[in-house]
């Protein structure tokens, strides 16, 4: 099969793919672990054999704290066995090891089903043959030399010390290369993801005690190396301001508690999306199946097609083809091709995340996607997507928006954050936070959280920026589930209009 899905590279032969992982048996495998299900009884039956690499960097100062290189191999057989899900892992990459682990799994799925309470269907979705897909990036960051990457990090941290304003720099780059083999015997794909996080953090101390930070706004991306030398992101160019901003937080006013219109910069807003929609709109979630680490979700299903999530300017999706996004894939852990849809249209909750389970349950028909392992030894669960807020077409800029403000608070950057189990309540802070008096900025502010309920904050949002405004934002680690696994997660967003949110001051509460 040739051709494009989503955004990667889609071709015949996995060329570019790590060439110890190809090198591997891996048909082999997959044929005698799939053989062995079948020949078992299993109805169902997929199988996964990954490498992980990944590799953690960190600076203090300029100097070298932590090191750290991690490789993690294995392969897994997923089976269902009259309705009951059966699961099993190895770390020798042998047939006799795949064809063991089928046996394990559906033993597992015949113990598990006296136990079982509602039979597993999978939905159906269309058989691609041999695939490969690669993501987008240009440089591997695993052929970069550490001490390359050290230097890089150490001359970002050099140039924050040698201001007055900064006391230390923290910096540091997580770095993840992700290599994955899927069979169910009618798709058969092969795929690579990279992605790397770099960050620097200053920190000012003043001789009365005084202290605060600041760190780099640049989000994790599904690139390469590149993504730190200038494509993609001008590192350079901020840092250059962040010991500056960072002198002015340090000597601004505490902000007056209450209501304020808000400009919300892409590089805070993403975090709002993750947490308050990205979660509630996880299938499994709001069906309560699943609580581990973020709760269940207010967004229930009789509410589809008819809760007012937000104002009439909210569109959001959930896609697994976005370019750069962390959750971007070729197809998921469970074959189904990488695919975008609504989740919010003109304000209305319109759909939701679905494996193919989640989705032949309640009888959507197909999965978009959404399944993910994080290593050979776990069973994949429903995850997250690429859940974006989408820009207006010839939509404002940020300065357009803050003109539209006579008076408020232009917030930038992600920090701390506080929601309920029902992704309902809400709180969030920032990295930076501006005055806006009269259309302009006005200064910067300390000690501001803003506060709502979910469907409160996003019916107040008046205006999205244009596609000029728009930024993907993520994270690496997004947990779920028991026993625990983290994936990686990319939320788009343009800046955004709220109007009459309220506003809390952090020290205030601190000291109350």
């Known amino acids: ?80 066995v009259d309705g009951t899900w059966g699961f ?47 993501s987008a990036y240009d440089i591997d960051p695993f052929e970069i030399s550490t001490k390359e990457k050290v230097d890089r990090l150490a001359e970002w941290s050099a140039g924050l010390l040698a201001h007055d304003a900064v006391t230390h720099a923290d910096a540091s ?17 092969t795929q690579q993801r990279v992605r790397v996080h770099p960050q620097v953090t200053a920190v000012a101390v003043t001789p009365d005690g005084r202290f605060d930070d600041m760190r780099t706004l640049a989000p994790p991306a599904g690139r390469g190396w590149e993504y730190l030398t200038g494509t993609g ?62 709760g269940t979700s207010f967004a229930t299903m009789d509410k589809l097609g008819s809760l007012r999530y937000g104002s009439p300017v909210m569109h959001v999706t959930g896609d697994r083809t976005a370019a750069g996004g962390l959750a971007t894939v070729g197809y998921d852990d469970e074959g189904v091709a990488g695919q975008s849809w609504n989740l919010i249209s003109g304000g209305v909750l319109t759909g939701y995340q679905l ?20 290593s050979p030894g776990h069973m994949p669960l429903q995850r997250m997507a690429n859940v974006s807020l989408q820009p207006s077409s010839g939509g404002l800029s940020t300065s357009e928006l803050i003109a539209g403000v006579d008076e408020g608070i232009y917030i930038v950057g992600d920090k701390s954050w506080s929601i309920d189990m029902q992704r309902y309540n809400f709180q969030f802070t920032g990295q930076r936070f501006f005055r806006i008096s009269r259309g302009r900025l006005a ?31 993520g994270a ?36 109350a």
């Not at 770095?175 to 069979?183: G, I, L, N, P, T």
């Not at 494996?355 to 994080?374: E, H, I, T, V, W």
């Not at 502010?445 to 244009?466: C, H, I, P, R």
């Open 173 to 189: 780059l997580l770095a993840v290369k992700e290599c994955k083999f899927y069979s169910d015997g009618s798709t058969t794909a």
């Open 355 to 374: 494996d193919r389970r989640m989705a032949q349950l309640k009888g959507f028909g197909r999965s978009n996607g959404c399944a993910f392992a994080d």
């Open 443 to 473: 200064g910067q502010l300390k000690d501001v959280a803003y506060q709502a309920t979910t469907t409160d904050f996003w019916n107040s949002m008046e205006a999205v920026g244009g596609p000029q405004t728009y930024l993907l934002g």
């Open 1 to 80: 099969m040739t051709g494009e899905i989503g955004f990667g590279v889609v071709e015949d032969s996995p060329a570019r793919i790590d060439p110890e992982f190809t090198a591997l048996p891996l048909r082999e495998l997959a044929d005698a672990a799939l053989g062995q299900a079948k020949a078992l009884g299993a109805g169902h039956a997929d199988f996964r054999a990954e490498r992980i690499r990944g590799q953690r960097i960190g600076l203090s100062d300029a100097k070298l704290q932590t090191l750290s290189d991690a490789d993690d191999s294995g392969l897994a057989v997923r089976v269902v």
């Open 233 to 294: 992101w001008d590192f350079p160019a901020e840092l250059a301001e962040l010991p500056e901003l960072l002198a002015a937080k340090l000597a601004a006013p505490t902000v007056k508690a209450g209501p304020y219109d808000l400009v919300i910069d892409p590089s805070n807003l993403w975090l709002t999306i993750h947490e308050s929609i990205g979660h509630a709109t996880e299938l499994d979630r709001a069906l309560g199946y699943e609580a581990a680490y973020a």
């Open 476 to 511: 690496f680690n997004c947990g779920k589930g028991q026993p625990g696994q983290v994936a990686p997660v990319s939320h788009g967003c343009p800046a955004a209009l709220f109007r009459g949110v309220r506003i809390l001051n952090t020290a205030e509460e601190g000291a």
């Open 88 to 134: 099993a892992s190895a770390v020798d990459l042998t047939a006799q090891a795949a064809a063991e682990a089928a046996r394990v799994a559906v033993e597992v799925a015949k113990v598990a089903a006296a136990m079982n309470t509602e039979r597993i269907e999978l939905a159906p979705e269309p058989a691609y043959g041999d695939v490969a897909w690669i």
